[in-house]
């Protein structure tokens, strides 16, 4: 299994451009999140979805958009990149039906520069 | 309004000691408490976790300590190791909202040979 997969890893945007960080997972995972880390603050949750076709907010979701068609994938999609998204960006997925089992695992993370 | 803080911001511990890292919650309603190890240029990992039902747990060389009348939990890592040096960073959630996880700051940990 390749768990959590994200591109690209590095991304540098100009203020006011529109990109979509791709997050795909083989784990047959139920839910899925978006996190980004800055320093000193730790991971703050954007969005999250327990399914596909249901997504919900996280703790800093504006000017970040989600959608969830399969299972599989969870891309996140900045709608006009702003310098304050500047941030490294983690997907996570977790939950397993077949085993029970809730371990969150991450991906490698996309680091995004907005000038 | 930061639901899980986390001391100390950085660590400097010489091999073989045992570091401590303390991370103290507000909402009552968490009753799942991860830690979550992160090396240089990659995502966190699930380390070690426990749920309020106990007080402590035990993975080898990594025991987490759980006090929740004072709502404060703590990671310990005995006989630490250079290889141990990485960010620490404790979270909690309500128990199936394991996928919405409140973090700490994080805490650099450097273990000196």
């Known amino acids: 299994n390749a768990g959590v997969t994200q591109t690209p890893k590095f991304q540098v945007l100009k203020t006011g451009q529109s990109m979509t960080l791709q997050c795909a997972q083989d784990m047959n995972h139920e839910y899925m999140s978006w996190y980004r880390q800055d320093p000193g603050m730790g991971l703050r949750l954007i969005h999250y979805?327990?399914?596909?076709?249901?997504?919900d907010q996280g703790e800093v979701p504006n000017g970040y958009n989600v959608s969830r068609s399969t299972t599989e994938d969870f891309p996140l999609r900045l709608l006009s990149a702003a310098p304050s998204q500047t941030s490294v960006y983690f997907c996570a997925s977790s939950y397993s039906k077949r085993t029970g089992n809730n371990e969150q695992f991450f991906g490698p993370g996309t680091r995004l520069t907005v000038l | 309004q930061q639901q899980v803080k986390q001391s100390p911001q950085s660590l400097i511990v010489q091999k073989g000691g045992i570091p401590i890292i303390n991370c103290a919650y507000e909402?009552?309603?968490?009753?799942?408490f991860p830690w979550y190890q992160q090396f240089p240029g990659k995502g966190p990992a699930l380390l070690i976790a426990?749920?309020?039902?106990?007080s402590e747990k035990k993975e080898g060389r990594f025991t987490i300590s759980f006090n929740k009348s004072a709502k404060q939990f703590s990671l310990h890592i005995m006989d630490s190791q250079p290889g141990d040096s990485a960010t620490y960073f404790c979270a909690a959630s309500m128990e199936w909202g394991a996928q919405k996880l409140v973090f700490g700051q994080g805490t650099r940990l450097t273990i000196n040979p």
């Open positions: 979805s327990v399914g596909a076709g249901i997504t």
């Open positions: 909402n009552t309603a968490f009753d799942y």
């Open positions: 426990i749920r309020p039902d106990v």
